[in-house]
């Protein structure tokens, strides 16, 4: 469920025309290894939009952490936990 919303987020976000079903959950999202050709920029815009959509409170964190889906994914699913045990 994260992972589908995390995907349309992606695609909603930068109005990409393609498919959720196209993006690979390991392809490189942001970055000179792009496919979409998004940079540092869009990462910080996409990092803000995950925050706000799934109420996280993110602090410095690597932009690295935010290169494919499942990376995002890991990091989400990691920071409820972090929320749920306080």
């Known amino acids: 469920m994260i ?3 995390v995907r349309e987020k992606f695609l ?5 025309n ?6 690979n959950d390991d392809q490189v999202l942001f970055g000179p290894d792009s496919a979409y050709g998004l940079d540092s920029m869009d990462v910080l815009m996409f990092i803000n939009l ?11 964190v690597n932009t690295d952490t935010f290169k494919t889906i499942n990376s995002i994914v890991a990091f989400i699913e990691k920071q409820k936990g972090m929320q749920l045990s306080k």
């Open 50 to 60: 995950i925050k706000k959509e799934f109420d996280l409170d993110i602090g410095a």
């Open 3 to 5: 992972k589908q919303k």
């Open 12 to 16: 909603e976000a930068y109005k990409l």
């Open 18 to 23: 393609v498919s959720w079903e196209d993006v």
